[in-house]
């Protein structure tokens, strides 16, 4: 196919995408296009399920390669908005569980309220004994919950607690980010490998252990009994103490009760 064969079908394919918007808005409609192999319409809408008086004391969460976010409200439910909302649950002995339907469509041009994403609702009152995530090309966002042990399983996507209260937080990341803020734990324990973990205001009571490969570990505004920060083919830094690019290793505090960190080809920074 030569180049002006190709510019006549692009172009085309723009007039027809073009048709389908003016008569979308036309009608009254809020249009959302989706381009796969050309233009077409999509349907986008919401559903919403609850669980009135459940009795949840597990929450396992499948994000998939959709945005889920975990938040605090009235009662158990799961909200769901896109092209795909067809939300799996499953409710049995005290046990919830959440499949996120597929997003096939990343690309959408919106003429009308269109945000993407699964909200499950935990009540006020609701205390957990475990939370499991998992997210594959997808994001979780959990925002003040108050969990005995949580667990977290992130491959080429990301998650970030916000306040989150709880004992034990084990997580593995592969090429992904963690974000942790206004954390209070016992415990932490991360693996990753070509992954970002970053923590602002982290209190840690307990001994705990961050490893990995290829990334950068950062954190802000933190406390916990020790630190013993190491690291190959890197470098460690820590506010208010001297050293260079050269410096691989720091060590304070308790140390049977120390956070350990270690690199490999990656950077640990500690900043107040």
């Given at each position: ?22 008569g ?7 249009t ?6 050309g233009?077409?319409i999509?349907?986008?809408s919401?559903?919403?399920?609850t669980?009135?008086?459940?009795q ?36 049995q ?7 996120a ?7 959408i ?9 699964v ?5 006020f ?9 998992t ?22 996507g ?23 803020e ?11 490998q070509?992954?970002?973990?970053k ?7 307990d ?8 990334g950068?570990?950062?954190l802000?505004?933190?406390h ?8 190959h ?18 060590q ?8 350990k ?12």
């Open positions: 196919m030569d180049l002006k064969k190709t510019l006549i079908i692009g172009a085309a394919g723009m007039v027809l995408g073009g048709v389908m918007i003016v979308g808005l036309s009608a009254g409609a809020e959302n296009i989706a381009w796969d192999k233009p077409k999509v349907n986008v919401t559903t919403h399920k669980f009135k008086d459940a949840v004391q597990n929450l396992e969460v499948d994000a998939g390669n959709n945005l889920v976010e975990i938040v605090r409200g009235t009662e158990w439910g799961v909200k769901a908005t896109g092209t795909s909302n067809k939300v799996l649950t499953d409710l002995d005290k046990t919830l569980r959440i499949d339907p597929d997003d096939n469509h990343h690309m041009f919106s003429f009308g309220n269109y945000d993407p994403k909200t499950v609702t935990v009540p009152s609701a205390n957990l004994d475990n939370l499991k995530i997210t594959t090309n997808g994001g979780m966002i959990v925002q003040g919950q108050n969990v005995k042990n949580t667990t977290v399983s992130n491959s080429n990301g998650v970030r607690f916000e306040n989150l209260q709880g004992d034990q937080l084990n997580i593995t990341t592969t090429n992904g980010a963690i974000a942790l206004d954390t209070n734990l016992h415990a932490v324990h991360s693996k990753s070509n992954s970002a973990f923590a602002e205001n982290l209190t840690l009571t001994a705990s252990d961050i490893t990995s490969t290829n950068m570990i950062k802000e505004d933190s916990f009994p020790g630190l013993d920060a190491s690291t083919n890197g470098y460690v830094h820590v506010e208010d103490v001297q050293n260079g690019d050269d410096d691989k290793s720091y304070t505090g308790d140390a049977t009760k120390a956070l960190i270690q690199t490999t080809n990656g950077v640990i920074s500690i900043e107040n």
